[in-house]
Nanobody, 124 residues
């Protein structure tokens, strides 16, 4: 059993940077992946980035590749999403999620544990 809690969202201007954190507690699974998803008002929940348990493998949505960086510090049981050169299109509620698979799934249905979400708003 894993519990995750996101933090770090806020209001920023286009071009600014922001770092999200995801604190995990409870049972962890060796080799499992974690990821970030986001959901804008009236839209579906979309994949943003994923990372393996060791941090050696990562995956990104095309819309954020080159701007966002996912990382994790297992000693602190924390995952991060560094977001640079933010755009208004990045505005959404961002969710931290954990999967029990060893792959890096991009569909939300393959993630078992979810945080409550943190709001990121990017103004023009």
């Amino acid at each position: 059993q894993v519990q995750v809690v996101e933090s770090g969202g806020g209001l920023v201007q286009a071009g600014d940077s922001l770092r999200l954190s995801c604190a995990a507690s409870g049972r962890t699974f060796s080799g499992s992946a974690m990821g970030w998803f986001r959901q804008a008002p009236g839209k579906e929940r979309d994949f943003v980035a994923a990372i393996s348990w060791s941090g050696g493998d990562t995956a990104y949505a095309d819309s954020v590749k080159g701007r966002f960086t996912i990382s994790r510090d297992n000693a602190k049981n924390t995952m991060y999403l560094q977001m640079n050169r933010l755009k208004p299109e990045d505005t959404a509620v961002y969710y931290c999620a954990a999967s029990t698979t060893t792959a890096l799934p991009t569909s939300s249905r393959y993630y078992n544990y979810w945080g409550q979400g943190t709001q990121v708003t990017v103004s023009s």
